[in-house]
Nanobody, 123 residues
């Protein structure tokens, strides 16, 4: 019904940059909240950055000033610009979206996850 497709991960040197993209497709009436999470081996998944339909954003303290989340509502796409990358940023990054769909009878909301994309920061 709804699919989130991520791209942009890879291997980068410390201090480098990457831009992650997540495109949502399917039965989408409205995207309420979109965000990026990450999970390193042996660690819990954590919120990196999020953005609401109203335009508000929030970031984990560890990435403030280095990462920027943005969205293109017309394309149902969210981006994560990552600058000044550090080895501790190494993780699988997941796109998440809470969105509303319409089945012809009623509206309903669900939470969806992308497949994850590996980001490795190493020299």
């Amino acid at each position: 019904q709804v699919q989130l497709v991520e791209s942009g991960g890879g291997l980068v040197q410390p201090g480098g940059s990457l831009r992650l993209s997540c495109a949502a497709s399917g039965n989408i009436f409205r995207i309420n909240v979109m965000g990026w999470y990450r999970q390193a081996p042996g660690k819990q998944r954590e919120l990196v950055a999020g953005t609401s339909s109203g335009g508000s954003t929030n970031y984990a303290d560890s990435v403030k000033g280095r990462f920027t989340i943005s969205r293109d509502n017309a394309k149902n796409t969210v981006y994560l610009q990552m600058n000044s990358l550090k080895p501790e940023d190494t993780a699988v990054y997941y796109c998440n979206a809470d969105l509303t769909s319409f089945n012809g009878i009623s509206y309903y909301s669900n939470d969806y996850w992308g497949q994850g994309t590996q980001v490795t920061v190493s020299s």
